[in-house]
């Protein structure tokens, strides 16, 4: 893995530091009655722990369901606070609020190895949009940032992304670095043979993943409501079981490339009921006995016959693929598991997992909500599969190759040996005193975070031109041109640098030198290392579009650092058109 | 205050448009802008895929639906590792467009009607874009598109 892991970075940036761990502790929202994910808590005490045992003031961040960005009284934190302090058998002093005067208070005050609960983040609206002055007060309370919220590393919040921008070191906590690493060493370098186990339903969010797996798979079978549409591409008999049919030319490719490359597995057997009495029993909130079921064999499900779970021959299949397999992966339940009898599959194969495969050296990774709420609806003893994920989103992005918002967002670990250098923003400012000039300046700060960059204005002024004869002119006239040539370019600094001043910009250096604008521009950014050249250039005015001048052009064609061309609106545009005639 | 200074000061949040093209140099345009950007800027990803503009001729052969999803998929890719570059600087995109034509034309729609102060570009290959946007532009790689069109 790529990122900075909590425990990589020395004991010494660490200890007395402030650091903010944000955790995940939200329980499912088809959990009623439960207010936190115990297990989820559980997965954060190493890093918890880790931090306690270094010395490091730890501000733990957390929510709970979907306030709106308002407090909700029954979703403050107090219960999670109270959970996590008989876990680490220390007390987690729990605030109000999160950011402002109380919390910061609250964390001036810390002692070495404390650990503190900010409220629900979720009471702020700024969590959600990922909102940078939120993020900013978050910041604002600690020097060190880590994520240990795996479950929500796929969306960009202000306390898992925002905050990144003003807080570093970023690294990841133990529990999100372990999801990471079991990810990747299935993607990345799957010791094979590498099953694949890709059930469900919802084919459209399945078929990146099936593409994305397939170059890294030896075998692959494919389940749930998913394979439905796969067994019609095959031209079985799926009777009313629900197909994808504007997919299916799709599925259709996907087999043709992928059996060439591996072994596609698909149901051989299923239990099935008549699809009227499955409709009548789920529209009765599934009341009652469910409907009467039956298996079919190999010879496919008849009309009007609906399948719920695969049959016990293609449990035997799973088995048989399993055996000598070193890795595995799992994702989707085969059945619909919230009906008791028809969990049966699921339960057998994850059954299958706990018993034999764990211990045999395999590496089998589960992944998925509904899995996993199947997983633990069967009260299994799920702490021996070796790794059953807490998200279920971000795995399955994982899966498809997709990047993780948060996770992008963390250290590199080479930016701990060879942190990237900082230094404050030099831009490069060419100013002649005509009206895109001054609006480049005036916009400077609105399209650039311009704070504390160094500016420098350069005024190129064009060579005199001499007539002929005048090169012998007194040198009387030749000081009175230099003076007035100067006094120009002290009024243009001048009045390009009220703008400036207005949003709080200061220049560094102002020249003025002689030549071709264009080249001029060029030669000075190289010599300053600009990282930024800002040019005005005239915006497209009604009926007359003027294009972009020469200069510009010039520069936008050679310049090697970024060029910022700064239009007039058009409506000023035509103003400053009628103040000149 | 005349009306100079007064678009000094910042009424709304700055609406940076940046086009996509599934190209790495989407890499270098998206790098610069959340770099250079300001705190309050709202990052909008435009993916303007070349192709017949389905919509404006209808007469043309209608993608089908196994088709569009190829499409959808692939545009969430390109959102995907984009978002993940603006997240390695603590952003993020704040909408996210799809749009098939001639890209130049499709940027410049999409610039008018978002009312977007700011482009930010890869290149500076995109003339077209450059010349006629009503916007401001960042180049993010001035040189780069006239230095492989020498060659």
């Not at chain 1, 501000?59 to 308002?70: N, Q, T």
């Not at chain 1, 099935?272 to 009495?277: I, L, P, R, S």
């Not at chain 2, 993608?63 to 390695?88: P, V």
Request: proline content about 6%.
């Amino acid at each position: 893995m790529n990122k900075v892991v909590i425990n990589q970075l020395p004991v010494e940036k660490l200890r007395g530091q402030r650091v903010f761990v944000r955790i995940d502790a939200d329980a499912e929202p088809e959990t009623p009655g439960v207010l936190f994910d115990e297990s989820k808590l559980r997965s954060s005490l190493p890093t918890l722990e880790y931090l306690r045992g270094v010395g490091a003031r730890a501000i733990i961040g957390a929510h709970l369901g979907k306030p709106g960005g308002r407090v909700v009284e029954s979703l403050r934190l107090d219960p999670v606070a109270e959970r996590l302090s008989r876990m680490l058998g220390s007390p987690v002093l729990k605030l109000g609020e999160a950011i402002g005067r109380d919390p910061q208070g609250a964390v001036a005050g810390m002692q070495d190895g404390d650990l503190l609960l900010l409220e629900n983040l979720k009471f702020y609206p700024g969590e959600d949009a990922n909102d940078a002055d939120f993020a900013h007060e978050l910041a604002e309370l600690c020097d060190v940032y880590c994520n240990d919220a795996f479950a929500l590393a796929n969306l960009a919040l202000a306390s898992t992304v925002g905050i990144t921008r003003r807080v570093r070191p970023a690294a990841a906590g133990l529990a999100l670095a372990r999801e990471l690493m079991m990810f990747e060493a299935a993607l990345d370098q799957p010791d094979p043979p590498f099953v694949g186990l890709i059930a469900g339903a919802r084919l459209e969010e399945k078929l990146p993943i099936l593409e994305n797996l397939l170059p890294r798979l030896n075998r692959l079978f494919i389940g749930g409501a998913l394979a439905f549409t796969f067994l019609k591409a095959k031209r079985r008999e799926i009777g009313s079981a629900p197909v994808d049919d504007a997919l299916l030319p799709l599925v259709k490719d996907f087999l043709k490339k992928a059996e060439k490359e591996v072994e596609i597995i698909l149901p051989d057997d299923f239990i099935t009921v008549q699809a009227d009495e499955f409709r009548e029993y789920e529209k009765s909130g599934r009341r009652g006995d469910p409907p009467e079921w039956r298996l079919e064999l190999e010879n496919g499900i008849p009309p009007f016959y609906l399948p719920v779970d695969v049959g016990p021959a293609t449990v035997n299949r799973i088995k048989g693929l399993f055996e000598g397999a070193r890795t595995i992966l799992w994702n989707g339940p085969l059945g619909v598991w919230e009906i008791e009898p028809f969990g049966a599959a699921t339960r057998a194969v994850a059954l299958l997992i706990v018993e034999r495969v764990s211990p045999r050296h395999q590496r089998s990774i589960l992944c998925g909500d509904s899995l996993a709420r199947a997983i633990r609806s069967f009260n299994l003893p799920v702490e021996s599969i070796r790794h059953l994920t807490t998200g279920g989103e971000p795995a399955l992005q994982l899966l498809a190759g997709n990047p993780l918002l948060a996770v992008s967002a963390l250290d590199n670990e080479l930016d701990l040996v060879a942190p990237i250098e900082t230094r404050p923003r030099r831009i490069l400012l060419p100013v002649d005193g005509s009206e895109h000039s001054l609006e480049a300046a005036r916009k400077l700060g609105r399209l650039i975070d311009a704070e504390g960059a160094e500016i420098s204005l350069l005024h190129v002024q064009k060579p005199e031109a001499f007539a002929v004869g005048e090169a012998w002119i007194d040198p009387d006239t030749k000081q009175r041109r230099e003076i007035r040539r100067r006094q120009e370019a002290e009024l243009v600094f001048a009045i390009t640098k009220a703008p400036l001043a207005q949003q709080r910009l200061t220049v560094r250096q102002q020249l003025t030198v002689e030549g071709d604008p264009a080249d001029e521009i060029l030669r000075f950014a190289d010599e300053i290392g600009a990282d930024l050249i800002v040019m005005g250039s005239h915006g497209r005015t009604g009926v007359l579009r003027v294009l972009m001048g020469s200069v510009s052009r010039k520069v936008l064609d050679q310049a090697k650092c970024p060029v910022l061309i700064v239009r007039i609106p058009d409506k000023r545009m035509v103003e400053v058109g009628t103040l000149e005639t | 205050m005349t009306e100079a200074e007064m678009d000094v000061i910042p009424r709304e949040s700055l609406r940076i448009l940046i086009p996509l093209s599934g190209a790495d140099s989407d890499t270098s345009a998206l790098h610069v802008a959340a770099e250079m950007a300001p705190r309050a800027a709202k990052f909008f990803l435009l993916h303007a895929r070349s192709g017949p503009d389905e919509d404006r001729y209808p007469d043309f052969r209608r993608a089908s639906e196994a088709e569009r999803f190829e499409r959808h998929i692939e545009s969430e890719r390109i959102f995907a590792r984009a978002n993940a570059i603006l997240a390695s600087r603590g952003l993020i995109s704040a909408g996210q467009l799809v749009a098939q034509g001639a890209p130049a034309e499709i940027i410049l729609r999409v610039a008018n009607q978002m009312a977007a102060e700011l482009i930010v570009l890869a290149a500076s290959g995109a003339r077209r874009v450059i010349d006629h946007a009503a916007c401001s532009i960042l180049v993010a790689e001035p040189g780069v598109a006239v230095k492989r069109t020498k060659v």
